[in-house]
């Protein structure tokens, strides 16, 4: 019997009262008002040139490698630590994957071995800010603005958190957000595509609406509604945006909830980590976390595994996540080999997240630390 979920699709404010409106608005596909009202929030809330829905966080990573692009040959590098549509949206588009490994404390990636992964070939820079803590970024923009390569943030885990004061998902020309069921913020399955680069706008709209310049032709810009470039459908169903939107407006409710249970698990565990060789997430001084997650990395794979079996026989579901992406199939296939990114190979085999989401309660919480405290290591 499951006691303690890991995790919990909930519903916090107006999705069903939103999603009946959104029918009532006789208006149900992509880009009616609730999906406006989305843009509209992130758009003013982050202070972004423009946002816009996607069907996906993948999918909004597939419109920035079409919006940088990309081709074969290109050169993309990626955090080696990170969910496989970081690097398919390029490796789609024909790019070779540069896998950088991530540094130990914050499992970003490590920034001080970005230069020596740049060649001409390289045409974009995709920082993940893993558990929405933010990557170095000061230092990443530095590099690529003096070797003039583009960076997509995979903003996936970080909305609302923040690097020095300003926003994850503000510093590259573009990033890319998820609301899967997973996130902090879910209709299920949905994303988004921040621009900042406000060049790349316009050209964004044409490839979300199937290489069409529809969205032009609904503002009264253009005359005519036709086929200006290549495309796919990359805008979800309003429907999905009403419930998303309601989502949005509960964003005080959803930070504060889930930097409580961050807050509980980080008190409760600091002491029994420190003594059995367990590391808890590092959230550097200049940054304000998104809260996406509670991970914790066990001494090795066998502790690890043996962890996560003992707390699902009491009912508590932990997991744990990223193999690393130049081991996968696809990797080995790119030409790498083991040793390649060590701090990955490692943290792989230790991390395990635990019990995370919407609804989780102290008393969950407490379940689920006093199991912990009885694991025999
Ligand atoms: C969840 C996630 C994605 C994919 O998001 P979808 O909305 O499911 O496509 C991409 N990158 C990271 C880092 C993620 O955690």
Redesign the pocket.
Same mark, same amino acid.
């Given at each position: 019997m499951i006691k303690v979920d890991f995790n919990k699709p909930v519903t916090v404010g107006n999705e069903f009262e939103y999603m009946r409106q959104a029918i009532e608005n006789v208006k149900i596909s992509g880009d009616g008002v609730f999906t406006k009202k989305c843009h509209t929030f992130l758009e003013t809330e982050l202070g972004v040139t423009k946002a816009l829905l996607t069907t996906?966080? #993948?999918h909004a990573l597939e419109m920035s490698a079409i919006l940088l692009g990309i081709q074969p040959g290109d050169e993309v590098i990626i955090p080696d630590f990170?969910?496989v549509?970081?690097v398919n949206a390029f490796v789609l588009r024909g790019a070779k994957p540069v896998f950088v490994d991530v540094h130990p404390d914050t499992l970003n990636l490590d920034e001080t071995k970005l230069e020596a992964a740049i060649t001409p070939r390289t045409k974009a820079i995709v920082p993940?800010h893993y558990a929405g803590v933010g990557c170095e970024m000061d230092a990443i923009m530095s590099i690529a603005r003096r070797h003039n390569i583009a960076v997509v943030e995979?903003n996936?885990?970080g909305l609302f958190g923040k690097y020095k004061g300003k926003f994850l998902g503000t510093f590259g020309a573009m990033a890319t957000q998820?609301?899967?069921e #997973?996130?902090n913020f879910s209709c299920g399955?949905?994303?988004a595509l921040l621009i900042n680069d406000p060049a790349l706008a316009e050209r964004a709209e044409i490839i979300r609406e199937k290489g069409t310049n529809r969205s032009r032709f609904f503002r009264g810009q253009v005359d005519k509604y036709t086929w200006v470039d290549i495309g796919s459908s990359y805008l979800p169903s309003d429907l999905l945006a009403a419930f998303l939107y309601a989502q949005f407006e509960q964003r005080e409710k959803i930070q504060s909830h889930r930097k409580n249970v961050w807050d509980m698990y980080q008190a409760a565990l600091r002491d029994w980590a420190g003594k059995h060789g367990v590391q808890l997430p590092t959230v550097p001084a200049d940054r304000e976390q998104a809260y996406h997650m509670f991970y914790m990395l066990l001494p090795n794979l066998e502790l690890r595994q043996k962890f996560i079996m003992y707390l699902r026989e009491r009912g508590i579901y932990s997991v744990f996540h990223y193999l690393p992406l130049h081991l996968s199939d696809m990797g080995q296939g790119f030409g790498y080999r083991e040793g390649d990114c060590p701090v990955t190979e490692r943290v792989s085999d230790q991390l395990v997240r635990l019990p995370f989401h919407n609804e989780l309660t102290s008393s969950d919480q407490e379940q689920v630390i006093d199991a912990i405290m009885e694991f025999q290591f």
């Open positions: 996906s966080c #993948t990170t969910f549509s970081t993940v995979d996936a885990h998820s609301f899967h #997973t996130k399955e949905g994303g």
